[in-house]
């Protein structure tokens, strides 16, 4: 699991940058000729020096950037895991880019977490650090076209056996930094039944609303609904009970709050929280 210490955030510097430490029998020529499952086309497919084509002219490709490597433990055992990003393309204009976590396992790389980041979203920084995945980015933002995205965003994923989630995200909106902060309770914290969530965003979001979604560690959705926000400064605050007790839930949860843009639904900011309720 994640580690309690929380990690520092950042949008990650203007030039591509990632932290290339491997270990644990894990190395960078062994990604670039491993087996992947590609998640866009849901392709099982093994590269060659980096790369995997198909057809002639290639109708289908994946690339891994290999100057977008990550190295460090995500899950506790001491030994390094790798981030990896595919970028896969089907012959169009798009080259949708995921990212794959690697661990080694049976003196090979194998894969045991991924999730898609986007179509033609340009990756700035990847990292490993405090068992968190940090990756900064520049996404698409409400005005942008699909090839040229301007929008800073910094991502952080956390894994869950093999479940790969998005646990925060901040933006940079007209260079402001849009970010939500969970108060209480901690990270792996037990709470008696009912609970209540505090936080803050450090700006006041659209119609002073914020979505919240609870699901289990595997994906599964248990609950989700929206919450009004105190305007508080030029941000705002919340406070939202929660009762579990109703749905038979003791296993851990994470609950996420999320600010969505009201141009086209795409996060501004997002973080969460992983608790167990009794």
Partial sequence: SPTLIAPTNTTGPAGPTSTSQPGAGLTLDMLKSA?????YFNRNIKLTNGVFSEGNPASYTVQ???????????????????????AE???????FESLVIMEFKNGAPFQTGEAELGDRVQIKSVDISQGVAHLGLIVPGPTDPACC???PEAQNYWLFGTK?????VTTKVNNAERMILIDSPA????????????????????????KYKIFLTDGTK???GTLTVTPSGSGAAFTRDFNLSSAGITDWVIIQFTDVSA????????????????
């Fill in 35 to 39: 087996n992947y499952h590609a998640p």
């Fill in 64 to 86: 891994m950037l290999d100057k977008m490597v990550a190295f460090g433990d995500m899950t506790g055992d001491g030994k390094p895991e790798a981030a990896v990003i595919l």
């Fill in 89 to 95: 393309s089907g012959g169009g204009s798009g080259t």
């Fill in 149 to 151: 995205p301007t929008l």
């Fill in 164 to 168: 790969l989630t998005l646990m925060k």
């Fill in 187 to 210: 990270h792996w914290s037990t709470n008696n039944n009912p609970f209540t969530i505090k936080g803050t965003e450090n700006v006041l979001p659209f119609e002073n609303t914020l």
């Fill in 222 to 224: 248990v609950n989700e």
């Fill in 263 to 278: 141009a086209d639904g795409s996060i501004i900011a997002m973080n969460s929280v992983i608790l167990r309720a009794r």
